[in-house]
Nanobody, 117 residues
Framework: VQLQASGGGLVQAGGSLRLSCAASGSMSSIKGMGWYRQAPGKQRELVAAITGGGITNYADSVKGRFTISRDNAKNTLSLQMNSLKPEDTAVYYC????????????WGQGTKVTVSS
């Protein structure tokens, strides 16, 4: 599975950005997908996740502001980010959780989001 993330950039506080992740490869093995982020000096953390059946899960810090969606027909994952805050500044990574007898995590290359105050 290969993941290609895009859509990051510089935005002012209160603004919006939409991240996209194009997936390719053995899509049938993917059980869930999500977005993680890593700010400078901090550990990578889960932002939002979605199962193949569309069940979503969000970090408390982004609930009500971010929306994760998945287009299974186009093999794409998106993250709509509204009301952005400076503390949302981080590198955002697309993730796919696959099962092929064993559990495997796949990661995209990361896309940087900078929110200015």
């Amino acid at each position: 599975v290969q993941l290609q993330a895009s859509g990051g950039g510089l935005v002012q506080a209160g603004g919006s950005l939409r991240l996209s992740c194009a997936a390719s490869g053995s899509m049938s093995s993917i059980k869930g997908m999500g977005w993680y982020r890593q700010a400078p000096g901090k550990q990578r953390e889960l932002v939002a996740a979605i199962t193949g059946g569309g069940i979503t899960n969000y970090a408390d810090s982004v609930k009500g502001r971010f929306t994760i969606s998945r287009d299974n027909a186009k093999n794409t994952l998106s993250l709509q980010m509204n009301s952005l805050k400076p503390e949302d500044t981080a590198v955002y990574y697309c993730n796919a959780l696959a099962y092929t007898g064993t559990t495997v995590n796949y990661w995209g290359q990361g896309t940087k989001v900078t929110v200015s105050s």
